[in-house]
């Protein structure tokens, strides 16, 4: 069974930054693509960032979002700068199964997610 635990959520103003934390347990971490989802009020869950080897971001936060790991601690990081009010969603990590990296479908062990909100 793999748990996985976001934190680093919180209200931050436009422009501001925050770092997403996402602690995994129960799986051998390092072999794990792991992805990072947010989903706003009445839309769907929507792609943001993924990592196996190397990071790979949706073109809305390219640039300004970072994905990142630390095998030692079975963490991975999602490091936000320049937020816009537009970023403000509940973000969610998840561990790839394999298949296509943006799609939700190839997912599992969903954490419970942290909340992002950003004022203008």
């Known amino acids: 069974q793999v748990q996985l635990v976001e934190s680093g959520g919180g209200l931050v103003q436009s422009g501001g930054s925050l770092r997403l934390s996402c602690a995994a347990s129960?799986?051998?971490?390092?072999?794990?693509?792991m992805g990072w989802f947010r989903q706003a009020p009445g839309k769907e869950r929507e792609f943001v960032a993924f990592?196996?080897?190397?990071?790979y971001y949706a073109d809305s936060v390219k640039g300004r979002f970072t994905i990142s790991r630390d095998n030692a601690k079975n963490t991975v990081y999602l490091q936000m700068n320049s937020l816009k009010p537009e970023d403000t969603a509940v973000y969610y990590c998840a561990a790839f199964t394999g298949g296509i990296y943006y799609n939700t479908n190839n997912y599992a062990y969903w954490g419970q997610g942290t909340q992002v909100t950003v004022s203008s």
């Open positions: 129960g799986r051998t971490f390092s072999s794990s693509a």
């Open positions: 990592i196996n080897w190397s990071g």
